[in-house]
Every structure is written in C-alpha cells, then in structure tokens.
C-alpha cells in the first residue's frame, strides 16, 4: 500500500491503522459488498463515527464510509498551517446569498474521523430550553428530544472523551464533574476571564476535549496550539482516535478513500445500499440500513443527488426540506493588543470561556451567545488583518510585529432557522462527476442584532483590561448545523427523533444537518450525544422487532 | 545596518534539530524551502506580475533573501490546492488567478500605458486599492468581481505564502513548529527558552543573547 493515505486506501486486507503506534496495525473485520450488513454509514466523524462505534457494540454489522484518507497523527502530522490544509473538505463548493460563508478549513473535514480531526475541541452541553426554544423561549423550531434525557447522553459523551473541565460548571443545570481537570489558563485565557470579572459576569475554564492527564497510549496535551490543524500527538479526542478504534475493536469495518454518491432505493421504495467510488471505480455496498452522516452539506447533497422516479425531490424529502433551514454560528471577534506578551499561539485557542448571555434573557434578540479566548496562528492571522481589517502594504507588516500581543475574544452565536438558507445542486460537476453543493446563506435582523449585542459587549470587555487598539472583526461564521432537520411532524422535519426518516424507514440520518436550531454553543458534542442516543434506540427497536 | 527587528537574531529555523520538530515538519518545510524558483503554473510574464503584488502586499526588506512568494504560489496552483468553496461568480482557482492577472494588467494599460508590474509603487498600489474596493470591472475580468479575487483568492493566497515560510515565523517572533516538546510557559510575559525574545524598551542586546541559545 502506499505511504501516502490520500492516494491508496489505508483500511483493507482485513486490518487498519493502529493510530497509537508509528507504522503498526490493528485487525479489522471486513464484509463483502453483496453482504447486506445491518448498516452502511456514510461519514465517519462526530456522528457518523459515534454512531458505528456504538451500532458495533451493540451486535450490529457496520461498514463505515468516509471520502477522506485514514491517517496516522503521530507520524502523518506536521506543526505547519499550511501543509495541514489536508484534512479539510476542499472539494469544489460555491457559497453564495446575501452573506455567503467560508467552507472549507472553517468547518468541514475529510479525513477518517471527519471534521472532529481539527476541531477546536470545544465541548459543551446545550441550555436545556433550547430543546423547547419555540414553547420556552418564543424562537425557532422545538426539538423532538427531552433534555434530560440528553444530559444523560451528554455524560456518556464527555466520559467517552475524558473531557477536561472545571469542577463547578457556572451555567445550567448541576452536571457531574468533568472526568479530567481543567487545562491551566494561557494568558489569552486569562484575559478573558479578566475582563468577564471587571464587567461582572461568570467565566470559566472551558471544558475541552484535549487530555490533562494520560489515557492509555495517548499523552497529555503539550499546548503546542496547532490544534485547529490536527493534534500530532494524540492527545485531541477526535473521532479518529476514540470512537473509530473502539468500532473496529467491536467489528466495524472503516472504508477510507470511499466517496459516496448515491443511495440506491428497491422497488418497495426501501434503500439497498450506497453506490461509492474507492481505487478508481464505482462499486456498490449492499445494506439493510443506511445511515447518511456526511455534515449538513454532503448529506442534503448525497439525498438530493439520490433522486429517483419514485422520490424526484430526492430522498427523505417528502416535506421538501432536505436541504433547507441550514444554519451556521456568528464567529465575530473583537481584537486589541496587550502591553504584555500574550504569544496566544500557545496552548488551546479557547481555554476559557464565558456562557453568560446564552442563559441571560434579558437582551433585544432571540437566542444566545458564548465567547471565548482565541489564538489565531500566523496565516490565519495575516488573513484575518488583511481581509477583516483591511491592512496590506507597511500597515500589515507593522501590525503583524505585534502579533505575540494580540488578544482577541470571539463568540459563537446562534443564527435563526431560515428556510431560505440551504443546499441545493449546482450545474458545475466535481472531480467524481458528482454535481456540486451550491450554498446559499443570510442573515436575518435577529442575527444582525445579536452579532451588534455580542461586538459591543466584548468590546467593553476588552476596554476594561486596558488592551488597546481595539477593533472588531463583523465578518465571520463557523459551525454548520441543520438541512435536515428532525421533528415531530412528517409535514415539517426530514427525521423522527431517533434520526429515522419519515419517509424511508431503514434510511437515517446522524449527524449536525439533523438540528432544528443551533444553539450557542459549539456542535460537537450535541452531534455526538444525539449519535449515542440513536445507537440506543435502534438496539431497542431491534429488539422490538421494529426495524 | 539594518534594523535588527522586534527579534533580533532569533531564527525558527535553529530549532530544526531540537524536539520541537517531528519528522513530518521537517520534510514538509525543507520541500517549501526548496521550492523551485522557476515557474510550472504562471508565465514568465504572469510570474513577474504575482512578484509585484506580493512587494506591495506583504513588503519584505533588502536586508535579508526574500520570502519567494510568486513561487509558492506557483507551486500551489500547480499542484492543484484549493480552499473548498468559492464566491458567485468566481471561477475556480487557476482560472481565477490567469484572469484576475490579465484583467489588473489590462486595466493599468488602460490607465498608464504600461504593464502593472512596470509602474511606480504608488500606481500600482492605487490600482490594487481599486480592486480591493471592487471598482475595477472592465471586459478582461469576465464577470468575476474584482473584490472578490482581491478578498478570496489573490490577498488570502499572497498572505497564506508569506506566512507558511520560516523566515516570516522568525520577523514576528512565532514559535512555530512545536510537535512534540510544546510549551510550558503559558502565562503573560512567560517565555520558554526555546521561544523568541523580544527587544524591548530599545534594549536589542538582551533579546539578542537569548535569541542566540533559542534551540
């Protein structure tokens, strides 16, 4: 096999690789493609890797799908922004609407382990009204889930991650202690917190997904701060090195270099399987169930792209919504300098955080927010001057000299469910002949509003620890959420709670694009809750016959 | 005698051998390093233009060998590298950046009579402003915005060169590459020995000392 795992499967031959260990495998079982297995996931990150892990622990046969290379972190992964650039999505996308967002290294992977594999780590429950936010708080779409009930998997999650955490949590309902101590502050960190106490409201250390302590060949973290570009020692819980080598201990099979491109439905209107491309060709992988987890982009996509005589909307789209009420979260930030050096380039970016107005009510707009302290490194950063700030020339080079002074506070912010916002099909044909994904984005008013509320804010918040030459960066989204979203209702979601579409029961969907609303707070560990739920409930259903 | 810097004599490169660089790192920025001055993407011509943008958007010193950015770029759109996504209007990465070139060229011949890479600095910087601005949008563009190839592809890839070389890891005091020894230090004002000193308060010479045992 090659060395190079973007250009030859590393998966096959009945083994994978051993991520904990330079150049070593473990054992893999492998099905045959006219094997129907029990299920074929297509995705292998926060949902689609969560859920094979637990479909295998509960007896099932899972072949799991991802387009993206299996790589090995501790010998693949360099400390170096741009050569890291591989694991994202950079398939060819158009992004358009009023406010068109950034793909890409912003919120898509392709790797085995998805885009968990360079995710900033950030983990944290949602506020339990926003599983009710139409009845409790008078905004977007209720959820089909009880909070309660998801706590529960939200502890399932953060044991299965070692999250690093603070003992107390200040926001919310009492939850367990983290299983890991919380990381000491970076002086980014400490900033935030700073400020958070001159203004008078909570912060804390953030809870994060990186080890504070070892688990079993995995280190703890180094605070090298390349985290957003993978973690090359291991110590990042991604998908990759915690739900994936548990699937296939369990008897998952992982299929990497495998994009797929279709659903195939039967003549009884039920999905038979997928039809993938892996060395060169298209084949096709037989199933009793298909699970589509490819993030809120690839898996309207993958459905529309699906479309049939019997389903010429596409799939799962009898309510027509594949597709729509995507949303993304505010990213805007507020920059200053620090007459001491911060080198915020240590450590994890966020390592503090304040949730304050994402449990405080009294504000002029619906839903809230969260901000925590950054640390850009030295592309993104000159990217962010030049584009955001618009220095180029001597200005630039002048800003960038302080670049181990810069301090900077950045929220993520609930967007408002739009229908107008989605995927659609373009004309354009990507590298596999597939249509490719035109996205189209705007902000309402109440997005608008928020985003002001938020600048303003952590604009005093700077202020108040005497940094200087602030400014504010307007421009900015992360996370994707929605496009397929669950429900109560056949007319107005795309899949019951237990992510079970309404209109092709052995086909599901797992993964963000399944969210109602977004929240504000980042994804990760909703997806991965909403994934071990799911795991559950289809092993109960299993065995009340009602697969 | 040139300006020492913020850092002076601080170098990332003297950490290539320590335990701040794994293997992968090492190969990875030893091929950047290396790469090849002659163009396989840009004319000789299109070359010389990227050249002149690049001196107006990211000016380098006399006083060092430069950052070859014109040709890490090159190397980028030969190899095919793109950011995932792209604007309205924008065609994909090569065609943008063969149009957007022609286009700004055509347009300072319009206006000065002479190719952009041949005005003086304070022309072409005018020019370039224009195109930040989105004010340029003769036929040689072909519907693309000019905005847009200045925000989303010429400024974002000119920028994203500079930076991915040592040598601008060195002029602002970045770490860079730290796998697996990390850090240890974290708080305000904490360096860790292997971490650039800064000259402060007009004092060079400290910071010189200690950038000479950074390794």
Redesign the interface.
């Known amino acids: 096999m090659s060395d190079d795992p973007r250009h030859a499967p590393r998966a096959g031959h009945g083994r994978a690789p051993d991520v904990f260990r330079p150049g070593a495998w473990v054992p893999m079982r492998e099905y045959g493609e006219d094997e129907a297995v029990d299920f074929v996931i297509v995705g292998t990150g926060a949902g689609g890797g969560t859920l094979a892990c637990k479909l295998a622990e509960h007896g099932f046969s899972v072949v799991a799908m991802d387009a993206g290379p299996y790589f090995r972190p501790l010998?693949?992964?360099?400390?170096?922004?741009?050569?890291q650039?591989k694991l994202?999505?950079?398939?060819?996308?158009?992004?358009?609407g009023e406010n068109?967002i950034?793909?890409?290294?912003n919120n898509?992977g392709k790797a085995v382990g998805g885009s968990t594999v360079h995710f900033a780590m950030v983990s944290l429950r949602f506020r339990p009204e926003w599983f009710k936010s139409r009845t409790l708080l008078g905004y977007g779409f209720d959820w089909p889930l009880d909070w309660q009930e998801m706590w529960h998997y939200y502890h399932e999650v953060e044991e299965a991650l070692k999250i690093a955490g603070p003992i107390t949590y200040p926001w919310g309902p009492p939850r367990p202690r983290y299983p890991y101590r919380a990381h000491?502050?970076?002086?980014a960190a400490?900033a935030l917190a700073k400020g958070c106490e001159a203004m008078g409201v909570a912060w804390t250390e953030t809870p994060i997904a990186t080890l504070s302590a070892p688990r079993g060949l995995a280190h703890p973290?180094?605070?090298?701060?390349?985290c957003v570009t993978g973690c090359?020692?291991n110590a990042k819980q991604s998908a990759l090195v915690t739900w994936i080598p548990r699937a296939i201990a369990a008897g998952a099979e992982i299929r990497d270099l495998a994009m797929v491109g279709r659903v195939e439905t039967g003549p009884d209107g039920l999905a038979t399987g997928v039809h993938y491309h892996r060395e060169g060709r298209w084949r096709f992988q037989k199933a009793r169930n298909v699970v589509v987890a490819g993030y809120s982009i690839e898996t309207p996509r993958l459905l529309l792209n699906s479309a049939t005589a019997r389903y010429p909307q596409g799939l799962a789209n009898s309510s027509g919504l594949v597709g729509k009420y995507l949303m993304v979260q505010a990213n805007q930030a507020v920059w200053g300098k620090?007459e001491?050096?911060?080198?915020s380039?240590?450590?994890p970016p966020s390592l503090a955080i304040t949730e304050h107005w994402n449990y405080d009510d009294n504000k002029d707009f619906f839903g809230g927010y969260c901000y925590m302290s950054q640390g850009p490194?030295?592309?993104l950063?000159?990217?962010t001057?030049?584009?955001a700030h618009?220095l180029?020339?001597?200005p630039?080079?002048q800003e960038?000299?302080d670049?181990?002074h810069q301090v900077g506070l950045k929220i993520v912010g609930e967007m408002l469910p739009q229908e107008r916002n989605g995927v659609t099909l373009a004309e354009d044909k990507d590298q596999y002949g597939l249509p490719v994904p035109r996205?189209s984005y705007s902000w309402c008013d109440n997005d608008k509003a928020l985003i002001a509320h938020s600048l303003g804010f952590m604009e005093k918040a700077l202020g108040a620890i005497d940094a200087t030459d602030i400014w504010r960066q307007e421009d900015d989204t992360c996370h994707l959420n929605g496009g397929a979203r669950m429900g109560g209702d056949p007319r107005t979601s795309v899949v019951d709670a237990d992510c079970r579409s309404w209109d092709i029961r052995n086909l599901w969907i797992c993964d963000g694009s399944v969210f109602p609303t977004v929240g504000g707070v980042n994804p990760s560990l909703t997806i991965q809750a909403i994934a071990c739920r799911t795991g559950d409930r289809i092993k109960q259903m299993a065995t009340r016959g009602e697969l | 005698m040139p300006d020492p810097g913020r850092y002076p004599g601080y170098d990332v490169l003297r950490k290539r051998h320590t335990p701040s660089w794994n293997d992968k790192t090492r190969q990875v920025v030893d091929a950047r390093l290396a790469v090849p001055r002659e163009p396989r993407f840009f004319t000789g011509q299109e070359m010389a233009m990227v050249t002149a943008i690049a001196d107006r958007l990211v000016p380098q010193p006399r006083s060092r060998p430069p950052v070859p950015v014109a040709a890490l770029i090159d190397d980028k759109l030969h190899k095919g590298h793109e950011d995932g996504f792209r604007g309205d209007g924008m065609p994909r990465e090569r065609e943008a950046w063969r149009r957007g070139l022609a286009a700004l060229d055509a347009e300072a011949r319009a206006r000065h009579g002479a190719g952009f890479a041949g005005l003086p600095g304070p022309q072409q910087d005018a020019l370039l402003k224009r195109m930040e601005q989105g004010g340029l949008s003769g036929p040689a563009w072909g519907g693309m915005p000019s905005k847009t190839f200045f925000k989303q592809r010429m400024a974002k890839d000119i920028v994203f060169a500079y930076y991915a070389h040592p040598t601008a890891w060195s002029e602002i005091g970045f770490g860079g590459p730290a796998s697996p020894r990390g850090y240890v230090r974290l708080g305000y004002d904490e360096r860790d020995p292997w971490e650039a000193a800064e000259a402060r308060d007009g004092d060079a010479g400290d910071a010189q000392r200690k950038n000479r045992n950074v390794g």
């Open positions: 010998e693949d992964f360099a400390s170096d922004e741009a050569e650039s994202y999505w950079t398939d060819d996308r158009i992004s358009t068109p950034q793909l890409g290294s898509s000491p502050l970076n002086a400490m973290c180094v605070y090298r701060g390349f090359s020692t620090m001491a050096e911060v080198r380039y240590k450590a490194l030295p592309q950063w000159a990217n001057q030049i584009n618009g180029w020339g001597e630039l080079m960038m000299q670049y181990n996205v």
